[in-house]
């Protein structure tokens, strides 16, 4: 059964802190995802990783970085965090590659972030 | 315009009702395609893909009209348990999800 772990369920952080969201998976994926949900929007991928110290830009990467540097992880940091930051955060991971006609991806729990 | 759009409901319909959904996409070019279904404050966890042939999951039925661009997913005699957000999914090189369709069946 795939698990993968997020580090925080919720997190309040000030503008302009630096924060960290962790992300772990026990399958042994080599891909890993971030997205953030927002109602109305739906989940837009911010970075991907494909391989460890791999890392792609998604959709929305502004003002977000992320790391890779053990196959099982992969964290999500905010330099600075901000208002519009706001946003329920979700990892995933998956054996194949998007473009590959059975991909999955099994998700995490998400980690609510509100930002002051 | 959003590359996957889906009416956001709330749909409310009673126990064994048979509801469905549809949801359209801007790439002709998708390859694949799913719904995924995300409880309330929980993650997404994949339903069903779906086949341009149709396929059906016992009470599910998912559909593709590829010259339409749509995709609808059709659930039968609807339980209480089937209460969720339904996400559809398509995908290209990357996953794209709608807003997700909200589902309330109620006793």
């Known amino acids: 059964d795939v698990k993968v772990t997020q580090s925080s369920r919720y997190l309040v952080k000030r503008t302009g802190e630096k924060v960290f969201l962790e992300c772990v998976q026990d399958?042994?994926?080599?891909?890993m995802f971030w997205y953030r949900q927002d109602p109305g929007l739906g989940l837009r991928l911010i970075y991907f990783?494909?391989?460890?110290?791999?890392?792609e830009k998604g959709d929305i990467p502004e003002g977000y970085s992320v790391s890779r540097e053990k196959k099982e992880r992969f964290s999500l940091i905010l330099e600075s965090a901000s208002t519009n930051q706001t946003s329920m955060y979700l990892c995933a991971s998956s054996l194949d590659r998007p473009y590959q006609a059975h991909h999955e991806q099994f998700f995490g729990p998400g980690t609510r972030l509100t930002v002051l | 315009r959003k590359e996957v759009e889906q009416d956001p409901g709330p749909f409310n319909v009673p126990e064994g009702a048979t509801v469905a959904f549809n949801c359209t996409y801007s790439?002709?070019?998708?390859?694949?395609f799913f719904w995924y279904r995300q409880d309330c404050r929980k993650e997404p966890k994949l339903l069903m893909s779906v086949y341009s042939s149709g396929n059906e999951d016992g009470r599910f039925t998912a559909q593709l009209n590829r010259a339409s661009q749509y995709i609808s997913l059709l659930i039968r005699d609807s339980k209480l348990s089937d209460s969720a957000t339904y996400l559809c999914?398509?995908?290209?090189?990357?996953?794209?999800f709608g807003a997700g369709t909200r589902l309330t069946v109620k006793p």
């Open positions: 990783s494909y391989d460890v110290k791999m890392k």
């Open positions: 790439n002709s070019a998708s390859q694949s």
């Open positions: 399958m042994d994926h080599e891909n």
């Open positions: 999914v398509v995908n290209l090189n990357d996953m794209r």
